[in-house]
């Protein structure tokens, strides 16, 4: 089951961002489609530290779901229609994919007849897509949930948002745990709520 939910897992993050990809390409920005990245073919999207690594060690120390990243796809938000809505777009993207898959393989669940091993493999499905999801949805740079807010915050806080954005990784890491512990607990009982 372990493989079967790295796949998942690898899937559910490659569609992820392939969505971002069509969604700059909608916006008027070729830029991940000539890189090669608009395929749902795994390896130009994987990391081998977000894709393989990261899942594997959580899977070790023995975390309830594996997590993982891929390779952002290029995007240059200068070619888009819309310069200012443009980028909050193509963010939003990447999580709406995720939320559309929770939405079928919910209802599969709830409509189609089928045995314990298929039932855990949907549940999977599930729980990775909506952590993906949520995970992605905190405002919190470089996730998406940060291009979509500043998005709609005035031009003159730009300075700051790129000062927010240049933060070390490991400022970010910090601040992304502490405030995926607000948003686990609601990840949870969405995940509980959708499958009972």
Same mark, same amino acid.
């Given at each position: 089951?372990?493989i079967?939910?790295?796949?998942?897992?690898?899937? #559910?993050? %490659?569609?992820?961002? %392939?969505?971002?990809?069509?969604?700059?390409?909608?916006?008027g920005?070729?830029?991940?489609?000539?890189? *090669?990245?608009? =395929?749902?073919?795994?390896i130009?999207?994987?990391?081998?530290? *977000? #894709?393989?690594?990261?899942?594997?060690?959580?899977?070790?120390?023995g975390?309830?779901?594996?997590? *993982?990243?891929? @390779? !952002?796809? !290029? $995007?240059?938000?200068?070619? +888009?229609?819309n310069? /200012?809505? *443009?980028?909050?777009?193509v963010?939003?993207?990447g999580?709406? %994919?995720?939320?559309?898959?929770?939405?079928?393989?919910?209802a599969? &669940?709830h =409509?189609?007849?089928?045995?314990?091993?298929?039932?855990?493999? $949907?549940?999977?499905?599930? &729980?990775?897509?909506? %952590?993906?999801?949520?995970?992605? &949805?905190?405002?919190? !740079?470089?996730?998406?949930? #940060?291009?979509?807010? +500043?998005?709609?915050? !005035?031009? /003159?806080?730009?300075?700051?948002? @790129?000062?927010?954005?240049? /933060?070390?990784f490991?400022?970010?890491?910090?601040?992304?745990?502490?405030?995926?512990?607000?948003?686990?607990?609601?990840?949870?009982?969405?995940?509980?709520?959708?499958? #009972?």
């Open positions: 089951m372990t079967i939910a790295l796949l998942i897992l690898i899937l #559910s993050i %490659v569609a992820h961002e %392939v969505a971002h990809g069509f969604a700059a390409l909608w916006q920005d070729r830029t991940a489609r000539d890189a *090669g990245r608009l =395929t749902l073919n795994p130009p999207h994987v990391d081998i530290v *977000g #894709s393989i690594i990261l899942p594997v060690t959580m899977f070790i120390i975390m309830p779901f594996l997590f *993982g990243y891929a @390779k !952002p796809v !290029p $995007i240059n938000p200068y070619n +888009f229609k310069i /200012k809505y *443009g980028e909050a777009l963010a939003f993207a999580p709406l %994919v995720n939320i559309i898959f929770v939405a079928i393989f919910t599969i &669940l =409509t189609v007849p089928m045995g314990i091993e298929y039932t855990k493999v $949907i549940y999977i499905i599930i &729980l990775t897509n909506i %952590v993906l999801a949520m995970f992605n &949805l905190m405002p919190i !740079p470089p996730l998406d949930g #940060s291009k979509i807010l +500043f998005a709609f915050i !005035p031009q /003159k806080f730009y300075r700051f948002r @790129k000062s927010l954005e240049n /933060k070390g490991l400022f970010w890491f910090i601040i992304i745990i502490l405030i995926w512990q607000v948003f686990q607990p609601l990840t949870y009982w969405i995940f509980e709520t959708l499958v #009972s």
